[in-house]
């Protein structure tokens, strides 16, 4: 773990306000899936798995059952963490010179928080390793829907209609996509797309980077559908179509910024020996993906576009 020390910052003659951090999109999920209070522990949801269906009675006619099926589904919880440790002089750096580093460590924290949403409602990876988590099963892995789109050499230059058929399978299966989530570099090829004569199809798109909307589908665009740079591998995944709703979310456990000054909280020695201290962000999400039949995900197995 690095740790951040004085040595690491230059300390201004004329302070700057803040500090600048290379820009990360946040959670695909929180976007396009709304959040549901949630209890601690594991929530069981009752799904409809068989509809009933009515019966036409003739006239002093007998009344058949009309059977309903139930099934259930159960919210897991999955705890996160975030521990960042420095030097406690660059407390007192901070505190001189207003640099906002302690803020900006805590808001940082935070993103990556948001991002381990995603990386485990998509990929099952525990964000730190960059690895399969054992904890998060396959159902709960939006990635791995049966529902494939793969790119081709062919269908590179025309992604709207990849989105198309991908759409195509989820309302095939009963289903109806209300949303999509872009990996930034896809975004980037809808948004460019061009007839023959040169004319772009979706200039409101810009270059996708800030996309909120697409063919009538709520749209995000993040670095978390393709799990990288967390990942130890790109997943191929470029975007995933999906009724959200099938996806049930919520925070169970939302610990505040704590900052640590006594003993050793991520068994790298203890901080009053070390001279240092701690920030340590914590979070508990429950979810569980109702039907993973309900998500389409469109994969590049040619190029990295």
């Known amino acids: 773990m690095a740790i951040l020390a004085t040595s690491n910052i230059t300390l201004p003659k004329t302070i700057a306000a803040g500090m600048f951090a290379k820009a990360t999109t946040g959670s695909a999920v929180a976007a396009l899936s709304g959040s549901e209070p949630q209890q601690f522990g594991e929530v069981t949801h009752m799904t409809l798995t068989g509809r009933p269906r009515a019966e036409l009675v003739g006239e002093g006619a007998q009344k058949g059952s009309t059977n309903t099926t139930f099934g259930t589904k159960v919210v897991t919880p999955h705890k996160f963490q975030v521990t960042q440790r420095f030097n406690q002089e660059v ?6 010179y207003q640099l906002g580093i ?5 808001e940082e924290g935070s993103l990556a928080l948001a991002r381990a949403l995603d990386l485990g409602v998509f990929h099952g990876i525990n964000p730190l390793t960059g690895t399969a988590a054992a904890s998060i099963v396959a159902g709960d892995r939006i990635g791995t829907t049966t529902n494939k789109v793969e790119l081709t050499t062919a269908t590179l230059n025309t992604p709207d209609l990849v989105i198309e058929q991908a759409a195509g399978l989820v309302i095939a299966d009963g289903y109806l996509p209300n949303g999509i989530a872009f990996d930034p570099r896809y975004a980037w090829n809808v948004a460019t797309a061009r007839y023959v004569d040169g004319r772009k199809k979706y200039p409101e798109l810009g270059f996708g980077s800030n996309i909120s909307s697409f063919e009538g589908l709520q749209a995000f665009s993040s670095s978390t559908v393709s799990g990288l740079p967390e990942a ?3 997943s191929g995944i470029k975007a995933i179509v999906g009724q959200w709703d099938l996806l049930r979310w919520g925070v169970q456990r939302s610990i505040p910024v704590e900052v640590i000054e006594h003993g050793d909280p991520d068994g790298q020695g203890d901080l009053k020996r070390q001279n240092q201290i701690a920030l340590r962000l914590e979070v508990v999400y429950g979810w569980g993906v109702m039907d993973l039949d309900g998500f389409a995900t469109i994969e590049d197995k040619v190029a990295n576009v």
């Open 91 to 96: 407390k007192w750096a901070d505190e001189d």
């Open 232 to 234: 130890t591998a790109d």
């Open 102 to 106: 302690l803020q900006t460590l805590s």
